[in-house]
């Protein structure tokens, strides 16, 4: 059966941004950047955006149009011509893939549930207590008691994962293409409008300040550095098999290099909108309840549940820009998990050779049902607990496997030389020197730091 393609260069990248852009862009970015230097971030956020990002951008883009396959073909085939057997890094990524799922959806389906309740704002003023204690159930309940199910988290968890299904459903052209065809322009039209709002608030640009003011002393901090490149290893979503997946079906002509420079650019610069708006938000609460901007700035579940809603609250028409928020929020993971469960779904075909419907229904049919773990009182423990391992651990060695094998057990002046052929720019050899040494270099510092801070 012909493979399934994209049906323009522009719905390509939209859908592999849509992959890149999620919850990290917003909750995990503009925090860090804050954390790390704040202006001065941006120097070794771009430097890793370009020794790594791009490069490891470019190497899977050329691998997945060349090999035509979902990761595990593609390490498969990549290994025959050497006499290695290599599908078994195909399915780890895979497995990454599968797990960061099931619990995606979860945050997913919080978000949905938080728009719902955004147009009255009926978390009220306490929106710590609400959301831990009213909405997780935490708390009410003893944590030995983590079997409780929760119906109300449930629900939109199941309408998450029927958007995503319908789009795995229809295929590539008519589904994914179509989706973040939609998708995409709504997100940064919606954003746009949060930004375009709020700066005019007191406070916002105080806000701003802050993320922005540079301190250069931050540069010779090896862990600024660390973060910069693991942020950018976690936000474009390479290595974890999506971006393979994703490539298999492009058309034969096609501008590799200049696709991965667009989707890492527009990726990057959606992080930077990002940062803008949370600050701008922040500053005004700042503002208003007359605190440091310290004492409010957050990241992650608690920047998007407890103080973004209480900021809600204080926002001049809140029932306007509340629901705003959280249709970002839910626009930026939903795309973000089609791309994953694709990554998944296309593994599940190229090997079982199962129908599209087939594979979807398997995927989408376990997945839903392992993921209603996190729809009880336990979720947020047993969330917390396998993103930390994913990020901090599984998704750096992925990456840094893939690397070495690809940079130094094959010529990767080879991929350089395949997406220079069908590219209308060529890059150099710094992308050589990028991937053997420079990329796999940072990997292996951060991930034994991780490591260390793990055991210790
Ligand atoms: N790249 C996305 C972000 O920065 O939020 C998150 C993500 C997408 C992570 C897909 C993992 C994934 F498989
Ligand atoms: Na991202």
Known sequence: MQREQWNSRVGFILAAVGSAIGLGNIWRFPYMAYENGGGAFFIPYLFAMLSAGIPFMIMEFSLGHRLRGAAPKVFSKLGQNYGLRLEWLGWFQVFIAAIIAIYYVAIIGWAISFFSFSFTQSWGTDTNAFFFKEYLQLGEHSPTNLGLFQMHIAIPMAIAWSITSLAIFTGVKGGIERASKIMMPLLFIMVLALIGRIIFLPGALEGLNY???PDFSKIFDAKVWSAAYGQIFFSLSVGFAIMLAYSSYLPDKSDINNNAFMTVLINCG???????????VLGYMAMEQGKA????????????????????????APYILGPLFFLALVVAGLSSHISIIEAVTSAVMDKLHLSRKRAASLVCGIGFIVSMAFATSGGLLLLDLVDYFINNVALLASCFVELLILAWLFKIADIRDYANRISEFTVGHWFDLCLRFISPTMLAIILVKNLVNTIS
């Open 293 to 316: 901007l310290t004492d409010v700035v957050s990241s992650g579940v608690g920047l998007a549940f407890v103080t973004i809603p209480a900021a809600i609250n204080l926002l001049p």
């Open 211 to 213: 993320l922005f003011e």
């Open 270 to 280: 959606f992080s930077i909108l990002s940062g803008i708006l949370i600050f701008g």
